[in-house]
């Protein structure tokens, strides 16, 4: 169910912005119609969809629009065409009066920014009251819901301190607080984590994610970094010039990107963190050990040239492996079953492991590793030869862990 849809957007800055619509559409670059017309098109023609209870991320470069679009979700920036809707009503917020649209930002959608927006003079508990205080709430039943909020991002106990007793971290913990204290349905994160330390940066990642399993919220989060979008996105989006050029999961990103612009952001990135065994699987050689003797696996083995084949129940759970050696001594001995021969030699992973993860099980034995679902059945199996291929891939790429992997601005 989605919790925002988003229609042909467009956001022109300038002067008779809608003159730059029909130009957009006849194909002119957002570079041209500066030239010609002296307009900025902020966003052309986007359109997506949020899932509820989705980390949606939108990335790009800077200036691609990235928090034009967030901004123009709640009306912060006034859309120049297009529709945002939002919530099971589909409500359009383009139709909202500022009344309303007031009440729609206090309640429903929460904005956390990147440098905190606290007020210095107020306490870390008036802080994260100020909404609730805003829209006309009681001072006890607001102190009850902001210290609820306060808690939730674990800081309790500074209740009382003002922000600039805080770290960089504790204060966009007060931050997201603020963004919680009303227990909106959307989280809108502008590079909400972009001015921490690198190591405070990644606890507050772990964080959010830690968070989001408990609350559920729709967020929507914008972000220059790419490993940040592949470790909290459910889905990430990327913008180039102010449309949107690709939405797809982490892996869907890393494994076919679009075009050059999406490929140029990946490729420093290290694959083998975010591909997975189903992703690299292929099919494997089985038998069914119920209808299935030495004869039938012996004969298998020798037309597919493989000497293992996997050994399945008649429901498809996965049982062993058994050898090419060991089968054809047992059809010579005229044994009907292959049951005494199996081995559980071969590894076993589930399909959403990281090949990263997958590697000390392929190199533990000399065969495939069987790749098993919450049923232990069979999916498919996954050579070493392909692990490895994947990690030495990666490992010629220029990747440097140690670095943060950011998008170049262009100033
Ligand atoms: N108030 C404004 N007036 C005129 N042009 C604007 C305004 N705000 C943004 N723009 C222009 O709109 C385009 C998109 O800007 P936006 O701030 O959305 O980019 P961004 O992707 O968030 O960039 P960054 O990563 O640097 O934050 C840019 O070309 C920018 O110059
Ligand atoms: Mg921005």
Known sequence: MAAITVQNLYKIFGKKPEEAIPLLKDGMSKD????????????????????????FVIMGLSGSGKSTVLRCLNRLIEPTQGKVLIGDDRENIMDADKEHLLKLRRKRMSMVFQNFGLFPHRSVINNVAYGLEIGGMEKDERDQKAGEAIAMVGLEGYEHKKPNELSGGMQQRVGLARALANDPEILLMDEAFSALDPLIRADMQDELLELQQRMSKTIVFITHDLDEALKIGDRIAIMKDGAIVQIGSPEQILT??????????????????????????????????????????????????????????ENRRYKGIITIDDATELKNKGVKSVEDIIRDDAGTAAPDTPIKHLLPTALSSIYPVAVLNDDRKLLGIVDRASIISEVNLNGTSPTNEAEPKTVPEHS
């Open 256 to 313: 076919e990107p679009a075009d050059d612009y999406v490929k140029a952001f990946v490729q420093n990135v290290d694959r083998t963190k975010i591909i997975t065994a189903q992703t690299i699987m292929r099919k494997a050689p089985s038998i069914n050990i119920k209808k299935d003797g030495p004869g039938v696996a012996v004969r298998k083995m020798k037309k597919k040239g493989v000497s293992t084949l996997y050994v399945l129940d």
């Open 32 to 55: 041209e119609i500066l030239n010609k017309t002296g307009l900025t098109v902020a966003i052309n023609s986007a359109s997506f969809e949020v899932q509820k209870q989705e980390t």
